[in-house]
């Protein structure tokens, strides 16, 4: 699992890569750590090349989208599979998110 | 340029010398007073401040420098405006100060009450204020042993009030009689609109009591939905019982969302009361726990967001009523926003439909 953090233009970018599983999101949480800095704009979460998210991976997702509510940002998750929209539509995840 | 008699030069150096003094209290002061009315609840327009200039205040003293014996004399060098959105807020916020402050009342004035039952104009609430002898530890550092001018009055009032300053009396030119008048009729315009405002809120405010009660004693079906009744009906979590039953299919912990957005689609799908809302809970429960079970009995996922069971209560309903791909389509337009993607979910659920129990029923 990789995440490559880009800021531009005002906007933080995290492209996810790969299965974001139980192992994976304790690998990654320092990541989101670092995402939640940036949680006072707009945090754009491009999983084009995620191809698995479990539910401590979807944890990760929700911490940094309470994290920007409380510092007034917002989190944009970006190109999602039909797979992971699935896993957000059972979940309801798929109400919390801006989803492009 | 101001010709001042020594008299006047005295209290103008005196000025000069504690305006630090009142550009500090200013700032407490003003800070203080946005803690309390937040504290009280009270919504502002605005809070506006200012310490009088130099070319101000020798204008005044330039005009009638002799009323006043020294600095203290003049109670409007710190002058502060608050301005509410309805005239009752104006009492309420005097209240505030008079717990804040030392009203000093021989020189506060009502200029709400100085009108004649014929007669309109500038309407605002003047109080003179000292800090109280005994305030609060934190307010103990403030160094204010002058008094200060508090004005309140409403937005409408402000408005009326800035106009007629900049078109008459800040030209200091004496306008025609005809604009003075027609000024005048504005005022009791905007005092009649004042009223109007303040008339709304309050049959609003009872509007959402008797509904609010209407929802605490169950008479769902007398209660009209929109957006003060759902929030009211909301608050005895009405989908809690549905949230539950689905996460205990994988012993899922359940995220709290706002479900105001369910509003919308409940309209949508035709409800005009919460009777209806609370029948749709009544009538389709099952086949939204069904849905759950068919989806999330094979995973291992133990997190949901509380928006899962009205999601799952709206598409029970749009399949067993023959809704089909397009109501689906329509469902998650409403929900999520327009998105082609929106097609695939509609898809997917018509393919899983016919494995869901209450379907076949």
Same mark, same amino acid.
């Given at each position: 699992?990789? /995440?490559?953090?880009?800021?531009?233009?005002?906007?933080?970018?995290?492209? $996810?890569?790969?299965?974001?599983?139980?192992?994976?999101?304790?690998?990654?949480?320092?990541?989101?750590?670092?995402?939640?800095?940036?949680?006072?704009?707009?945090?754009? $979460?491009?999983?084009?090349?995620?191809?698995?998210?479990?539910?401590?991976?979807?944890?990760?997702?929700?911490?940094?989208?309470?994290?920007?509510?409380?510092?007034?940002?917002?989190?944009?998750?970006?190109?999602?599979?039909?797979?992971?929209?699935?896993?957000?539509?059972?979940?309801?995840?798929?109400?919390?998110?801006? /989803?492009? | 340029?101001?010709?001042?008699?020594?008299?006047?030069?005295?209290?103008?150096?005196?000025?000069?010398?504690?305006?630090?003094?009142?550009?500090?209290?200013?700032?407490?002061?003003?800070?203080?007073?946005?803690?309390?009315?937040?504290? #009280?609840? +009270?919504?502002?327009?605005? =809070?506006? %401040?200012?310490?009088?200039?130099?070319?101000?205040?020798?204008?005044? &003293?330039?005009?009638?420098?002799?009323?006043?014996?020294?600095?203290?004399?003049?109670?409007?060098?710190?002058?502060?405006?608050?301005? #509410?959105?309805?005239?009752?807020?104006?009492?309420?916020?005097?209240?505030?100060?008079?717990?804040?402050?030392?009203?000093?009342?021989?020189?506060?004035?009502?200029?709400?009450?100085?009108?004649?039952?014929?007669?309109?104009?500038?309407?605002?609430?003047?109080?003179?204020?000292?800090?109280?002898?005994?305030?609060?530890?934190?307010?103990?550092?403030?160094?204010?042993?002058?008094?200060?001018?508090?004005?309140?009055? #409403?937005?409408?009032?402000?408005?009326?009030?800035? @106009?007629?300053?900049?078109?008459?009396?800040?030209?200091?030119?004496?306008?025609?009689?005809?604009?003075?008048?027609?000024?005048?009729?504005?005022?009791?315009? &905007?005092?009649?609109?004042?009223?109007?405002?303040?008339?709304?809120?309050?049959?609003?405010?009872?509007?959402?009591?008797?509904?609010?009660?209407?929802?605490?004693?169950?008479?769902?079906?007398? =209660?009209?939905?929109?957006?003060?009744?759902?929030?009211?009906?909301?608050?005895?979590?009405?989908?809690?019982?549905?949230?539950?039953?689905?996460?205990?299919?994988?012993?899922?912990?359940?995220?709290?969302?706002?479900?105001?957005?369910?509003?919308?689609?409940?309209?949508? +799908?035709?409800?005009?009361?919460?009777?209806? =809302?609370?029948?749709? @809970?009544?009538?389709? %429960?099952?086949?939204?726990?069904?849905?759950?079970?068919?989806?999330?009995?094979?995973?291992?996922?133990?997190?949901?967001?509380?928006? =899962?069971?009205?999601?799952?209560?709206?598409?029970?309903?749009?399949?067993?009523?023959?809704?089909?791909?397009?109501?689906?389509?329509?469902?998650?337009?409403? &929900?999520?926003?327009?998105?082609?993607?929106?097609?695939?979910?509609?898809?997917?659920?018509?393919?899983?439909?016919?494995?869901?129990?209450?379907?076949?029923?």
């Amino acid at each position: 699992m990789n /995440i490559n953090i880009d800021n531009s233009n005002g906007v933080t970018t995290a492209n $996810l890569e790969g299965r974001l599983d139980t192992p994976a999101s304790t690998e990654v949480a320092p990541c989101f750590e670092q995402l939640k800095e940036a949680a006072g704009g707009t945090v754009v $979460l491009d999983c084009s090349k995620l191809s698995y998210i479990s539910s401590s991976g979807l944890r990760l997702f929700l911490a940094l989208r309470k994290e920007t509510s409380v510092k007034g940002g917002k989190v944009i998750v970006r190109n999602i599979s039909d797979n992971i929209r699935q896993v957000f539509m059972m979940t309801g995840f798929l109400n919390m998110f801006e /989803i492009q | 340029m101001y010709i001042l008699d020594p008299h006047s030069e005295a209290i103008m150096d005196e000025y000069r010398k504690q305006r630090p003094v009142f550009r500090a209290a200013e700032r407490a002061i003003v800070k203080r007073l946005r803690e309390s009315l937040a504290e #009280t609840g +009270i919504l502002v327009a605005a =809070v506006e %401040s200012r310490v009088k200039t130099e070319h101000s205040l020798a204008g005044k &003293l330039e005009l009638k420098g002799s009323k006043y014996k020294s600095l203290a004399d003049i109670t409007d060098i710190l002058g502060i405006r608050l301005i #509410t959105f309805y005239l009752d807020d104006v009492d309420k916020v005097a209240s505030a100060l008079e717990r804040l402050f030392d009203i000093d009342w021989e020189n506060s004035v009502d200029k709400r009450r100085l009108h004649e039952v014929d007669s309109f104009g500038y309407q605002s609430l003047h109080y003179i204020c000292r800090l109280k002898e005994s305030r609060a530890e934190d307010e103990a550092e403030i160094n204010m042993p002058y008094r200060f001018e508090i004005q309140m009055r #409403t937005l409408l009032q402000h408005a009326w009030s800035n @106009i007629y300053h900049d078109t008459g009396y800040k030209s200091g030119v004496e306008i025609p009689r005809e604009y003075i008048r027609n000024l005048n009729r504005l005022a009791g315009m &905007l005092e009649l609109a004042d009223e109007q405002f303040s008339r709304i809120r309050s049959e609003l405010t009872d509007y959402r009591r008797r509904m609010q009660a209407l929802v605490a004693s169950g008479n769902l079906d007398d =209660v009209p939905l929109d957006g003060d009744t759902f929030r009211s009906y909301l608050d005895l979590a009405p989908f809690q019982r549905l949230n539950q039953r689905i996460a205990a299919i994988n012993q899922a912990e359940i995220q709290e969302v706002p479900l105001i957005p369910f509003l919308a689609v409940f309209k949508t +799908i035709g409800c005009q009361t919460l009777g209806d =809302v609370a029948r749709i @809970i009544k009538d389709y %429960s099952e086949g939204a726990y069904q849905i759950a079970c068919y989806q999330m009995g094979l995973t291992d996922l133990d997190i949901i967001a509380s928006s =899962v069971g009205p999601q799952d209560l709206c598409i029970a309903l749009v399949l067993k009523n023959g809704g089909g791909r397009s109501g689906l389509r329509r469902l998650f337009d409403h &929900l999520l926003g327009p998105s082609e993607s929106n097609d695939m979910m509609a898809e997917l659920l018509i393919e899983q439909s016919s494995s869901f129990p209450f379907m076949n029923q």
